[in-house]
């Protein structure tokens, strides 16, 4: 463990991007799939790193911009958001970014001005993580995309226009904001923004639960009615399962649902299964299974294959047919089957699928 503290420190400390390269890199090389038997102790590990070079990375940047900046920038606070296994505090040694921005304009400040600066500093927050070995998100949920870069009161009408108009897209994205997680800057604006969210959940719930059910089941658990394993059938990974569509997602998306249901704001998966235990929503011996079966899917989550492209760590989260050894499928069908049974007990929950 000291070893994997030494490097936070060192990545808390780094003086430039190149230096912050250089240290995910040389984490890459220790880590290697034997080392996570250990499950969800070690992919707290991973966290903890992420986390170290994501803030250090933008400190350098806002430092950088706010330098060449000409006089008193127009905002007086914003604050970088995590979405995705980020904002859950589940992120691989290969997670793209997945990120946003909350900001405040400064008073008297100019509102056109206040977007140009956020959005040269969203820009260079992305470039700079990307020269770190963090890919864009391929879906552009990023901070320099003006839809999840807003100021405060921006994004506060921005959740009416979706809780008035839910459809299928819309409701995806406020799902991806309730695994918002502040990763640097003003935490207030990220409370004030989820405190939002969370309201309008428990206002609207008989209509909301329902809608956002359809979305929670779009990934279905890849095990069959005999308890067999879906495999993929054709091309390069054939006999390989897809543990990120198949297993991660479906569990991540129906424990974020039943929390929502209660009004827990935890955001990493484990947590919220601990809270609804605590809030009487399950019983301990639910919650027990349910924490076995996502440590196993974190533990084989880490054993996927991942490459290096154009300077970027990749991977397709496909378990390889190989990794699929006795003991491994062991697990996993007995994972699989907690998974089923959540989505099943999310249909009892919240009646139909609600399709918009």
Wanted: glycine share 8%.
């Amino acid at each position: 463990m000291l070893q994997w503290d030494e490097i936070e420190r060192q990545a808390l400390r780094a003086s430039d991007v190149t230096e912050l390269r250089g240290l995910r890199d040389n984490i890459h090389e220790a880590f290697d799939a034997a080392r996570f038997a250990e499950g969800a102790v070690t992919v707290d590990v991973v966290n903890r790193l992420h986390d170290a070079l994501i803030r250090t990375t933008l400190a350098m940047t806002e430092k950088r911009v706010r330098t060449s900046y000409p006089g008193v920038p127009p905002v007086s606070s914003f604050v970088v958001v995590l979405f995705g296994s980020g904002g859950r505090k589940e992120q691989t040694l290969w997670s793209d970014q997945d990120n946003g921005l909350v900001y405040e304009v400064a008073p008297g400040a100019d509102l056109v001005a206040a977007e140009r600066y956020m959005a040269e500093l969203g820009a260079a927050f992305q470039s700079d993580l990307e020269a770190v070995g963090y890919p864009p998100c391929e879906g552009k949920v990023l901070v320099s995309n003006p839809a999840w870069r807003k100021s405060l009161d921006g994004w506060r009408a921005t959740l009416s226009e979706w809780f008035e108009r839910p459809a299928f897209e819309t409701v995806r994205h406020l799902l991806i904001l309730a695994d918002a997680r502040p990763i640097y800057g003003d935490v207030r604006l990220a409370e004030a923004l989820r405190g939002e969210l969370f309201a309008r959940v428990a206002a609207e719930r008989e209509t909301m639960l329902p809608r956002m059910l359809q979305n929670t089941l779009r990934y279905k658990v890849l095990v069959g009615v005999l308890g067999n394993l879906l495999t993929e059938r054709y091309g390069e990974d054939a006999g390989g399962i897809d543990l990120k569509y198949g297993a991660y997602l479906p569990m991540v998306n129906a424990i974020r649902l039943l929390s929502l249901g209660e009004g827990a704001e935890a955001t990493s998966t484990l947590e919220r299964i601990s809270a609804l235990e605590l809030s009487g929503r399950v019983s301990p011996e639910s919650a027990r299974r349910w924490s076995e079966a996502f440590r196993t899917i974190l533990k084989l989550r880490t054993m996927t294959p991942y490459r290096l492209e154009n300077g970027i760590y990749t991977t397709k989260g496909i378990l390889a047919a190989k990794t699929l050894t006795k003991e491994v499928k062991r697990e996993l069908k007995d994972a699989l089957r907690v998974g089923a049974s959540l989505q099943r007990l999310l249909k009892r929950t919240f009646g139909t699928e609600g399709h918009l």
